[in-house]
C-alpha cells in the first residue's frame, strides 16, 4: 500500500506566496518522477511542474519564474514553492509520483487527495 499526503494549501492574497507538500510512505521500492497537477473548477487537469530522479525539471510556461518545484529523496517528499500567486492559479493542487511498489515489477502513478489553493483579495 501507498500513500501520498499533501499539505500547504490555503487561502492567499494576490502576489503572495504559498509552499505546497506532498509525502509518499508504504512499501516503496523505487521513485522515478514527481509532479504537481493542477485542476480548476470546469478545466481539465493539467501539469504544473514536474521533476525527474536526476532533478531535471520542467514547468507549464505559465507559472515559469514563479514557481519552483524540488524534492528530498529521503524523505520520499516533493515540493512547489509558489510565488508571486495570481488569481488564475486558484486550483485544486494534487501531486504525482511515478513510483514502483515494494511488490510490483513495473512503475505505477500515484496520487495525492488534492488541496485547494485560493488566491484571492
Known amino acids: 500500500q501507498v500513500q501520498l499526503v499533501e499539505s500547504g494549501g490555503g487561502l492567499v492574497q494576490p502576489g503572495g506566496s504559498l509552499r505546497l507538500s506532498c509525502a509518499a510512505s508504504g512499501s516503496i521500492f523505487s521513485i522515478n518522477a514527481m509532479g504537481w497537477y493542477r485542476q480548476a473548477p470546469g478545466k481539465q487537469r493539467d501539469l504544473v511542474a514536474r521533476?525527474?530522479?536526476?532533478?531535471?525539471?520542467n514547468y507549464a510556461d505559465s507559472v515559469k519564474g514563479r514557481f519552483t518545484i524540488s524534492r528530498d529523496n529521503a524523505k520520499n517528499t516533493v515540493y512547489l514553492q509558489m510565488n508571486s500567486l495570481k488569481p488564475e492559479d486558484t486550483a485544486v493542487y494534487y501531486c504525482?509520483?511515478?513510483?514502483?511498489?515494494?511488490?510490483?515489477?513495473?512503475?505505477?502513478?500515484?496520487w495525492g487527495q488534492g488541496t485547494q489553493v485560493t488566491v484571492s483579495s
Open positions: 504525482n509520483f511515478n513510483l514502483r511498489h515494494t511488490y510490483s515489477r513495473s512503475p505505477y502513478d500515484y
Open positions: 521533476i525527474t530522479k536526476g532533478g531535471s525539471t
